[in-house]
């Protein structure tokens, strides 16, 4: 993204990213200054225990997880649990590639994308950085994705006038119109108190979410890689 930013002429740079893992559970990671974050019981970054904003009396995985796909397309097409597909082809009938309930299949990730979204507008609020995702069902983001972000961008109702759920701007990298913006330039020089000099600054506030393009092993395996030569490093 940085590279993007740079070919586009803007001064904007990222250092924080915060990741996000959507399979068996939802998983989350933070990356501070090019570092992960660890906290001081090398339990940072536990999302899955942040509420669910669709249902406050469960946790967020429970609405952002395989099992929470099965389950929503299961109640919308009044089949049992068991029954329902699993979520890779409940993608295939919500993208109308396989015969199924599409309308419950389109549900199951609109409400997977709203908890999701939801959690990494509190995730955003205190790492303000990017964001990725990955896992098992990170292949399913035409179906969750624009729910994701329209909620991070929702608005929170304070005695009548909106307030935003988010700071910066959350756009999509894969939505090539939300891209262009998020790319947009708005550079203006601001001088140096005490000085001669001028340095350029981009004050518009916005994030990204993007798909990993790796695979969950793959991602892991340089993951640990990278952590273990940085440890290696501070001997």
């Keep these: 993204m940085n590279d993007l930013l740079e070919k586009a002429g803007s001064s904007k740079r990222y250092r924080n990213l915060f990741g996000v893992t959507l399979g068996t559970g939802l998983g989350g990671g933070i990356v501070r200054n ?24 469960l946790n967020a995985e429970e609405g952002a997880s395989i099992r929470a796909v099965r389950r929503v397309y299961a109640q919308r097409a009044g089949i049992p649990f068991e029954q329902a597909p699993e979520p890779r082809t409940i993608f295939e009938i919500g ?24 959690v990494l507008g509190q995730a955003l609020t205190l790492v303000d950085g990017l964001a990725v995702i990955g896992g098992g069902i990170a292949g399913a983001h035409p ?8 909620a991070m961008n929702g608005v929170y109702e304070r005695g009548g006038n909106p307030l935003r759920r988010l700071i910066p ?16 330039s708005e550079v203006r020089e601001i ?5 001669a000099r001028k340095i350029p600054y981009d004050p518009f506030k916005r994030t990204a979410v993007g798909i990993s393009r790796l695979g969950t092993s793959q991602a892991v395996s340089i993951g640990a890689y990278a952590f273990a030569l940085a440890e290696l490093g501070r001997g």
């Design 169 to 184: 701007r959350a756009f999509s990298v894969h939505c090539p119109d939300q891209l262009e913006d998020f790319l947009a």
């Design 191 to 195: 001088a140096v108190p005490g000085s």
């Design 95 to 118: 993208m109308g590639h396989s015969e199924g309930h599409r309308e419950a299949a389109v549900e199951a990730y609109r409400r997977l994308g709203e908890v999701a979204g939801d």
């Design 143 to 150: 179906l969750f994705l624009p729910a994701l972000v329209d």
């Design 34 to 57: 090019g570092e992960l974050f660890l906290g001081d019981n090398s339990a940072g970054a536990e999302i899955w225990l942040l509420r669910n904003k669709l249902d406050p009396s």
